[in-house]
Nanobody, 121 residues
């Protein structure tokens, strides 16, 4: 069983900062990428940022220059530092981890329960 636990969501004012943390544990193949997605009610789940075990990071255009993702693939943790928060950043954020069976090449995806981020004055 694999556990994906997020923390760090909450309330921030416009222009403020929050830091999300995610820890992945359990029986799984080596993680090759971790990331953060967000989903508003009725919308699709969209990528916010992800990072590979090789250190390559990818960001949604809407968060470039404001958010920074960091991953520790030895500890299976990933964080998302969010600065200059905007009202439109308000939604639920989900942590994602991707692992791969090196023998079969099969990929596995794991999701957290989500953490609410609210930006409001």
């Amino acid at each position: 069983q694999v556990h994906v636990v997020e923390s760090g969501g909450g309330l921030a004012q416009p222009g403020g900062s929050l830091r999300l943390l995610c820890s992945v544990s359990g029986s799984l193949f080596s993680i090759n990428a971790m990331g953060w997605y967000r989903q508003a009610p009725g919308d699709e789940r969209d990528l916010v940022a992800n990072i590979t075990s090789g250190g390559n990071a990818n960001y949604a255009d809407s968060v470039k220059g404001r958010f920074t993702i960091s991953g520790d693939f030895a500890e299976n943790t990933v964080s998302l530092q969010m600065h200059s928060l905007k009202l439109e950043d308000t939604t639920v954020y989900y942590c994602n981890a991707e692992s791969r069976d090196p023998a079969e090449g099969t990929k596995f995806y794991y999701w957290g329960q989500g953490t609410q981020v609210t930006v409001s004055s």
